[in-house]
């Protein structure tokens, strides 16, 4: 891995070991030679954006929306 997606990794572990697990396993993906890489990485995406949605949204909020 790069400094970078170190850094990147490091930063995601201190919020959440399954969103830091997500991201180290887009990095393998993404250096693959996997045929359907571009959709596994699409879905590696929305799980990490739903895992920091999940984390950092205000709960009532998210009440509010789910019961629209």
Known sequence: MTERQLE??????AIG?????FYLDGIQ?????????????????RE???GLRDIFEQKQLK????KK
């Open 17 to 21: 070991p399954e969103i830091a697990q």
């Open 29 to 45: 993906v993404i250096n693959s030679s996997l045929g359907t890489k571009s959709n596994l990485l699409a879905h590696i995406l």
């Open 63 to 66: 009440k509010e929306f789910q």
């Open 8 to 13: 990147i990794h490091k930063g995601l572990e």
């Open 48 to 50: 990490i954006d739903g």
